[in-house]
């Protein structure tokens, strides 16, 4: 399985590719986000390897989607975003 691409969340999101240019910077906010929330020091690679991908992806996606459609700048990010951001940084830590 790879990592979410632009394509994917634009297919997600039902959008055209004038939107491209904002899901991909969402989308790398995204990895970025949750990168330096569960370790500071490791690559994505590193991330992905001791936690899952498919859990990762959902993240990406939660996260992109809230951004996406304002959510976050009003509530931050919903219960699903918050719950895999858990899920993986308690992977990451063996927990």
């Known amino acids: 399985m790879a990592q ?3 394509q994917d969340m634009l ?3 039902h959008l055209d590719s004038t939107e491209y240019g904002a899901i991909y910077n ?3 906010f995204a ?3 949750i ?4 370790d500071k020091n490791a690559t994505i690679d590193q991330i992905i390897a001791k936690t899952n991908e ?3 992806n959902q993240a990406v996606k939660a996260i992109v989607e809230s951004l996406y459609f304002g959510n976050a700048e009003t509530q931050g990010f919903g219960i699903r975003s918050q719950v ?3 899920s ?3 992977m990451y830590q063996g927990a």
């Not at 990168?35 to 569960?38: A, D, E, G, K």
């Open 84 to 86: 895999l951001l858990n």
């Open 4 to 6: 979410v691409t632009t």
């Open 26 to 28: 969402l989308i790398f």
């Open 35 to 38: 990168q330096t929330t569960t």
């Open 54 to 56: 498919k859990v990762f």
């Open 31 to 33: 990895q970025d986000y």
């Open 11 to 13: 297919d997600t999101l």
């Open 88 to 90: 993986i940084r308690n």
